[in-house]
Structures are given as C-alpha cells and as structure tokens.
C-alpha cells in the first residue's frame, strides 16, 4: 500500500532520515521500532504530509504521493493520529469526533441558509457515527465529558475514534502506548486489531512496548541512524545482531 523509496530528511547538515526504503503492506499492522533518535518520528512526519522530503518518494497504492499536504492526503485515507489540540479539550468526547473535517454539509454559508434540513439532518448522522465510533471504542460512557478531563489512554482512543469518523485506509500511530496503563493498552490494541479486521485498516505503529508490538505487529521494522535495519517478525527482529548492537549504542 505505501512505498518509501530512498527517502532523505535533512535538517541543516544532519540527516534525520538517511536513505530509508521500506513498504507498508495493505491490511498489515507494521511496526515501527528504533532507538531514539532513529528517525521514525521524522519518517512519519514525511510519510503524512507535515515534513517535505530533501528527495526520495513515497507512493501509496501505486500513486506517487511525494510533498502532498495533509489534507490532500487525509482525502485520500492517510490519516496520521494526533494528540486531541489544546482547543477542542473543552468540548466533549462526542462534540471531538463531530467536528473531524470531512465533508459536513454545514460547513458553507449556503448550506446553512437554504438547506438548514439537510444541515440537520447531516449532524444528526454525524452524531450517530460519533456515539457508534465510541462505542465500538468500548468509551461510549464517555460521550460528554469533557475532553481535557479524560485520562491519556482514552484520549489515546479519541484520537483512534477521528480516524473512524471518515473512511481511513492507513493509519499512522505514534507512540500510542507512551503513558497509558496496561489495561487501557490492551483496549487500545484491542480496537486496532479489529479495525484492521473487521474494516481492513492498515496500520504502521511507533512503539517503545515491545509486549505491545509483539501481540500486533507483522512484520516489524526496526531504523536506526535514518535507515532501515532490519526487517520480519517481531522475534527475528528482537534477535537481530545489528537491531540489538544498535539499541546498545544509545
Ligand atoms: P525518533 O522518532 O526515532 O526518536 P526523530 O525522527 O524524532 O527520531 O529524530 C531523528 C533525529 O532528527 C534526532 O536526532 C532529532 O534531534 C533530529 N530532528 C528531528 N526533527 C528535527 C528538526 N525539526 N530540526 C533538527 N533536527 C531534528
């Protein structure tokens, strides 16, 4: 589904993101490991539109997506999570998922003076999708608090739940297990494996939990100093020579 070819990322004269090569197959939920400071965080930022590569190129499903924009990707159904911003705290859970941009019939001057029925009539579907997103999320009891009151494992979910609420096709995670507790980690993979079942998402993860990591992901990739290292399970990986001198380096 997505090909990273020769990918570079340089800031001045450092090179974040070195050479890296790598595919992300359709319905898979790859992982994503390294030492810090490996560049997996640069990659994805490059992947999901937010960094411009220095060359190389991505595709996804064959198309070249190299330098597309957020929004022209997340059209697309590349949706990278991230953390639910400092302004939509005060809103709740339910309110959160409603306002993903996507393709609200409220959002034009027009439809909100001459088509105020359809106007209503999308929002009440738009909160329909919401509490059934939630649901599916097991945080259905959630819907109204607030959320800047939730613990950082379910707003972890939350930011899941947007992705649900327009048809993603590939899903980048960031660290979704950073903080949260092993409960709330199990739901959290609970819910990616299902929508990768059930929905036929892809997934690519970045995780420091190799528990995490071992129970979801196939195969693993494993980048140090901006390049691929290894690559297959998540065992050949963990016993790969070169993928543990590398997390002895740091
Ligand atoms: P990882 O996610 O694997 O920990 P990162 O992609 O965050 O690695 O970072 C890779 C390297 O690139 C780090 O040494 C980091 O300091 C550097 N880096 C990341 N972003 C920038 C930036 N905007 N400017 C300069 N250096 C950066």
């Not at 197959?25 to 640069?42: C, Q, V």
């Not at 050949?236 to 993928?243: L, M, P, Q, S």
Request: one cysteine or more.
């Amino acid at each position: 589904m997505i090909v990273v070819d020769g990918l570079h990322k340089h800031f001045g004269g450092f090179h974040a993101v070195d050479g890296a090569s790598l595919s992300i197959a359709e319905r898979s939920i790859t992982g994503l490991i390294g030492p810090n400071g490996a560049g997996k965080t640069t990659l994805f930022n490059v992947i999901a539109g937010r960094l411009k590569p220095t060359s190389g190129r991505v595709s996804m499903a064959g198309e070249d997506i190299t330098g597309l924009t957020p929004h022209e990707l997340f059209h697309k159904g590349l949706l990278r999570t991230f953390q639910i911003a400092h302004e939509f705290g005060s809103m709740s859970c339910l309110e959160n998922l409603m306002t993903v941009p996507g393709a609200q019939l409220g959002e034009t001057l027009w439809n909100a003076w001459f088509r105020r029925g359809a106007v209503a009539a999308e929002e009440a579907r738009l909160r329909d999708k919401a509490q059934e997103v939630l649901k599916f999320l097991t945080i259905d009891h959630l819907a109204d608090q607030k959320a800047s009151q939730i613990s950082g494992g379910q707003k972890k979910l939350l930011e899941l739940g947007r992705t649900m609420m327009v048809d993603a096709k590939i899903v980048f995670l960031d660290e979704v297990g950073a903080g949260v507790n092993r409960t709330l980690l199990n739901t959290i993979g609970d819910a990616i494996i299902r929508l990768n079942e059930e929905r036929g998402y892809t997934f690519c993860v970045i995780e420091h939990d190799m528990d995490f990591i071992g129970r979801l992901c196939n195969p693993v990739i494993c980048m140090a100093e901006g390049k691929v290292l290894a690559e297959g399970t998540v065992e050949d990986v963990k016993n790969d020579e070169r993928v543990i001198e590398a997390y002895l380096g740091t």
